[in-house]
C-alpha cells in the first residue's frame, strides 16, 4: 500500500494551490481519505477529509471555504484545493486512509500515511 502526496510548494499569501494523494495497492471505494497537515513545532491536526463513497466532506474550521476535498475515483486520487492562503497554513501535508464505520477526524483511526508534501506560505 502506498499513498503518494504531491503538489506542494511555496506561495505567497492569499495565492492557491492543489495537493493530490494518489493511492497504490488498495481502493479509495473501500477508504476514506483525510488530509492531516503538521506545521513547525506543533501537532499534526486534520484538515479535511472525503469518505469512501465521496457522500460525507468535513473540514477544519481553520480551513473551511477556503479549501475543497474532492475525489476521482477512476485516478485513484484525492485532491485538495487550497485558497486564499495564510502564513498560518504552512505546514506539511499528510494524506492518510482507514476503513471505519464512519470517517473520522481523529489521528489514531488512521493507519496508512502518504510521505508528506511541504507547503509554506509566505507573508
Known amino acids: 500500500v502506498q499513498l503518494q502526496a504531491s503538489g506542494g510548494g511555496l506561495v505567497q499569501a492569499g495565492g492557491s494551490l492543489t495537493l493530490s494523494c494518489e493511492a497504490r495497492g488498495l481502493s479509495l471505494t473501500n477508504y476514506h481519505l483525510a488530509w492531516f497537515r503538521q506545521a513547525p513545532g506543533k501537532e499534526r491536526e486534520f484538515a479535511a477529509g472525503i469518505s469512501r463513497t465521496g457522500v460525507t466532506i468535513r473540514y477544519a474550521d481553520s480551513v473551511k471555504d477556503r479549501f475543497t476535498i474532492s475525489k476521482d475515483s477512476a485516478k485513484n486520487t484525492v485532491y485538495l484545493q487550497m485558497s486564499d492562503l495564510k502564513p498560518e497554513d504552512t505546514a506539511v501535508y499528510y494524506c492518510?486512509?482507514?476503513?471505519?464505520?464512519?470517517?473520522?477526524?481523529?489521528?489514531?483511526?488512521?493507519?496508512?500515511w502518504g510521505q508528506g508534501t511541504l507547503v509554506t506560505v509566505s507573508s
Open positions: 492518510a486512509v482507514e476503513r471505519g464505520i464512519g470517517l473520522s477526524t481523529l489521528l489514531a483511526r488512521y493507519h496508512y
